[in-house]
């Protein structure tokens, strides 16, 4: 006698399994648990993980910033309770289609900041303040921001910006008109630029 | 750093099934399953990093399993549910046997002997949890289950060969 229970697997697990998930993720949204959810969006430039506490949205990562590795460092940094749970990404991922078809200018959902603290969150904070198409240097964002000597912190502030796209660093240019660098590569700041210029 | 619960449930979340499945069988097997992710859900952040998450997810389920019984106050059918299974299960840990053969060894045990054997041998479950659910001592528990193997020794010689674990 040796039944291991590895051997009891039975054809229709992974749809039960599935489902349980589901039901799981629902079950502790409703009893306050779910303090990280995600998913995944397919657009444009790529597969987009999205991630969001009760707050708002927390995380929006590119795939070259691989999802796997995002998840543990908000699990180390916000809490380990994550799951794949799309609902509470529901208007999140809608916006973004919509930003994505050339339909949608501002988002408007509700953001939380805790991944950035003191001068980067205050960047971060005003960098919406540039709208749909235009673009700001790096040293006008410092002095949008009061600090007009802070060029370099501004570039830092862009680069670690934890929800691209939404907050738009892609609209920070280096003074000399080239478009600098990009959380998810110069290729796809280009492309959003594009895709705004087009609008 | 503690990796995300996504993952603890992606790599155990079939274990788990199986332990409540053998339990209660395949319906209230969902129910159990869901509080067992659940209250480890509300306990992850608690847990040491270099625990062994399928043990305390299995212990969880044992634990969550019973309770059902207790609170629906009625009698599993864990084997009955097995043989649909065995049709994928590649192996039983009996050389040469068909694995089909075996569960319908197991599920031709009387009733006491039968849900014995799934549970300490299938779940996991000490003799004296099984008592709690059957009834009965810890002593008869294990009696059960002796009988049981002894029954399956006889009417399937393959399972002879292996020693069952105590």
């Keep these: 006698m040796n039944m291991s229970l590895n051997h009891l697997a039975s054809p229709d697990d992974a749809s039960t399994l599935s489902r349980l998930r589901d039901r799981l993720g629902l079950e502790a949204e409703a009893e306050g648990l779910l303090d990280i959810a995600y998913t995944t969006i397919d657009s444009p430039v790529g597969t987009l993980l999205l991630a969001a506490t009760p707050r708002g949205l927390l995380r929006v990562a590119y795939d070259t910033e691989d999802h796997d590795r995002v998840l543990d460092t908000l699990a180390g940094r916000i809490s380990p309770r994550v799951l794949r749970a799309p609902r509470r990404l529901d208007a999140a991922a809608r916006e973004l289609d919509e930003y994505f078809g050339g339909r949608r200018r501002v988002f408007d959902l509700p953001l939380d900041l805790s991944l950035s603290a003191g001068f980067r969150q205050l960047v971060q904070r005003h960098l919406p303040e540039i709208g749909y198409g235009q673009t700001r240097t790096y040293g006008q964002v410092a002095e949008l921001v009061g600090n007009p000597r802070a060029v370099r912190a501004v570039g830092t502030a862009c680069a670690t910006n934890p929800l691209p796209v939404v907050v738009p660093c892609h609209r920070v240019l280096r003074a000399d008109g080239a478009v600098g660098g990009y959380i998810g590569g110069s290729d796809v700041k280009k492309a959003l630029l594009r895709l705004e210029a087009a609008a | ?166």
């Excluded at chain 2, 270099?50 to 389920?61: H, K, M, R, S």
């Excluded at chain 2, 840990?93 to 075996?102: F, I, K, Q, R, Y």
């Excluded at chain 2, 009834?135 to 009696?143: F, H, I, L, M």
């Design chain 2, 1 to 166: 750093m503690k990796q995300p619960f996504e993952k603890v449930v992606e790599q155990n979340g079939g274990a788990v099934l199986r332990v409540c499945r053998v339990i209660l069988g395949a319906h209230d097997a969902e129910d159990a399953w869901s509080e067992t992710f659940l209250a480890a859900m509300r306990a992850y952040p608690d847990l040491p990093d270099d625990a062994n998450a399928e043990a305390w997810l299995v212990t969880i389920a044992r634990r969550k399993a019973i309770d059902v019984l207790r609170a629906r106050k009625r009698h599993p059918t864990p084997v009955g549910e097995i043989p649909e299974a065995s049709g994928v299960a590649p192996s039983l840990g009996v050389p040469g046997a068909e694995d089909g053969d075996l569960w319908q060894a197991v599920a031709a045990l009387p009733a006491k002997q039968r849900q014995a054997v799934a549970y300490h041998y299938v779940a996991g479950l000490a003799y004296a949890e099984i008592a709690e659910i059957l009834g009965g001592t810890s002593d008869a528990a294990r009696r059960a289950a002796a009988d049981g193997v002894k029954n399956l020794r006889k009417n399937y010689p393959g399972a002879a060969r292996e020693g069952a674990p105590s």
